[in-house]
């Protein structure tokens, strides 16, 4: 039998993006038509998913609008990767920062079969960086980027840009365990710890146009990023994150009992009793902290494993269906 054509799903998460909404799937739906455009209302304040809603019926376009009424970005791209069916996912945001234009240059490498996730580079031609007004945005996203680089032994340039492609297999074997912006970095974190290809294609991006307000907040969305990069460590790297956290709490021991040990070489007896309790207790917590680590890196190879046999799974499903 001949193959269909794949079906192409565009999520935009949306949270009070009444000023956008109408000229970004407007604009989606020039470029390709044929695309089913979904639009997650994400418990906004205004008229988002009203003008949504129109807007798909005045171009009598494939979409629908859906409604989360969870806050946070993570929560409205769940609710689509459930609700919605398809062979590719393109997702971007709402407020007219990313190219539509450029749809087909992301998903290309999923149709060729060369990519599993597709990533719009915002940094490379330089756009983020004379766009953005938040000079500790930028701080952040490197710092973050750097971290994973090294982590992972990648080379990624944008880890959390917001406009993605996706085959199939990534997003039904993608578990969303975050609320809000942090999803974009758990992307590129499930895809580099599955071995999964990511492809960046170098994109323009351009800031909120007037009247559109960012929902990022500079302290919030920073300690954000500590939280991140501390989660980065425990979650994909347990026995590095506890190693180091049990050599601190070693060598906090070593510098306690210092003087005990002194004291004890010179006058055969112990006086400073409570120093030499906590020079034990940090020792004791930095064994079972170094045992803590070995544990759940065993446990964290045996998540691979059995991730791996799923991911297996449905990516030969996919192969029969495309058969079919």
Excluded: C
């Excluded at 695309?35 to 304040?45: P, T, Y």
């Excluded at 989360?68 to 920062?97: C, H, P, W």
């Excluded at 087909?104 to 999923?110: M, N």
Aim: glycine residues 8%; without cysteine; aromatic residues 8%.
């Amino acid at each position: 039998m001949t193959p269909t054509s794949p079906r192409i799903a565009i999520i935009l998460p949306a949270y009070n993006e009444a000023a956008t909404v109408a000229a970004t799937i407007r604009s989606f739906h020039a470029a390709l038509p044929e695309a089913q455009i979904v639009v997650v209302n994400n418990n906004s304040r205004d008229d988002t998913a009203a003008i949504a809603e129109r807007t798909l019926a005045e171009l009598g376009a494939d979409g629908r609008v859906l409604n989360e009424g969870r806050q946070g970005k993570g929560n409205a791209v769940r609710r689509a990767f459930l609700e919605v069916d398809a062979d590719i996912y393109v997702m971007s945001d709402a407020d007219l920062t990313y190219p539509s234009d450029r749809i087909h240059d992301l998903i290309r490498p999923i149709l060729d079969g060369t990519a599993d996730m597709v990533v719009g580079d915002r940094h490379s031609g330089g756009h983020y960086a004379a766009e953005n007004k938040r000079a500790l945005h930028g701080f952040g996203n490197q710092l973050v980027q750097r971290l994973v680089n090294w982590l992972f032994g990648a080379k990624l340039v944008d880890i959390m840009s917001g406009y993605r492609a996706f085959n199939r297999s990534f997003v039904k074997t993608y578990p969303i365990l975050v609320e809000g912006f942090q999803i974009e970095t758990d992307m590129t974190l499930h895809a580099l710890n599955r071995r999964m290809r990511i492809v960046e294609i170098p994109v323009e991006y351009k800031d909120r146009p007037e009247g559109s307000f960012s929902k990022l907040n500079t302290v919030s969305d920073g300690l954000r990023v500590i939280s991140t990069i501390v989660r980065i460590l425990r979650h994909y790297r347990p026995l590095f994150f506890f190693g180091v956290m049990s050599g601190i709490f070693g060598v906090s021991g070593l510098i306690a009992v210092t003087p005990v040990l002194e004291e004890w070489l010179q006058m055969q007896y112990i006086t400073r009793i409570p120093l030499a309790v906590l020079a034990a207790s940090l020792e004791v917590v930095a064994f079972l902290l170094l045992a803590v680590g070995i544990i759940l890196d065993s446990l964290s190879h045996h998540e691979k494993h059995r991730a791996e046999l799923h991911y297996l799974r449905v990516y030969g499903d996919r192969g029969d269906d495309r058969a079919d």
